[in-house]
């Protein structure tokens, strides 16, 4: 659906393990984006890549790192999860910088 | 960075009726200007959005209206039916090399029968 998966889906996991969320995309664009999405907040840029291990932080990109070393693939770990990182997270395409993203179908990660 | 409000962060409105969002941005710079439908449990889908260089864009029962001025842009929905019930977001995008959306903390719109 749309060119871009996530895995996984689904997660819960214990405060202090470490969590990598993966993103998949077909469309060969060349910016992809992680959000995440809590109520209240709306959708909050975390970290976004313009290219092949070109990366930059967004607006909440403490505690995450990411990793991108093929078009296709934009990594988010959480090198020791925290409750407050218990959100939604959104992976993002665009083949023009943030005009017209294509979001993928979301990842539930619950930290406890 | 650009910040972006929106109100209301809840709305119900009869079918039928119009149904209008707010949105205020902070950077004059900001030249582009989505919106964004996130169906319950779906992922957001871009609906319609505006470019700075124009005041107006329509999409049959859809609309977006932009006053750079005051640095406000609208999302209006006509004759609203059962299916415009969602979460609506609106977005800013400063240029000159900046790739980030910010978005807005959403509307939760639903459509009353």
């Known amino acids: 659906d749309a060119g871009i998966t996530q895995s996984p889906r689904h997660k819960v996991t214990e405060t202090g393990t470490p969590v990598t969320l993966r993103c998949h995309q077909t469309e060969n664009h060349r910016y992809m984006y992680w959000y995440r999405q809590d109520p209240g907040h709306g959708l909050r840029l975390i970290h976004y890549?313009?290219?092949?291990?070109?990366?930059d932080k967004g607006e909440v990109s403490d505690g995450y790192s990411v990793s991108r070393s093929k078009t296709e693939d934009f990594l988010l770990t959480l090198e020791s999860a925290t409750s407050s990182q218990t959100s939604v997270y959104f992976c993002?395409?665009?083949?023009?910088?943030?005009?017209?993203?294509?979001f993928g179908a979301g990842s539930r990660l619950t930290v406890l | 960075g650009e910040n972006v409000e929106q109100h209301p962060s809840t709305l119900s409105v009869q079918e039928g009726d119009s149904a209008v969002i707010k949105c205020t941005y902070s950077?004059?710079?900001?030249?582009?200007f989505p919106w964004y439908k996130q169906e319950l449990g779906k992922r957001p889908q871009l609906i319609i959005d505006i470019r700075s260089n124009v005041g107006e864009k329509k999409d049959q029962r859809i609309a977006v209206t932009l006053n750079k001025t005051a640095k406000h842009f609208s999302l209006h929905i006509t004759e609203t039916q059962p299916e415009d019930s969602a979460v609506y977001f609106c977005a800013a995008l400063l240029p000159f090399g900046n790739e980030k959306l910010t978005f807005g903390t959403g509307t939760r719109l639903t459509i009353i029968p």
């Open positions: 993002a395409i665009s083949d023009s910088g943030a005009n017209v993203l294509t």
């Open positions: 890549s313009y290219g092949v291990k070109d990366t």
């Open positions: 950077d004059s710079a900001s030249n582009y």
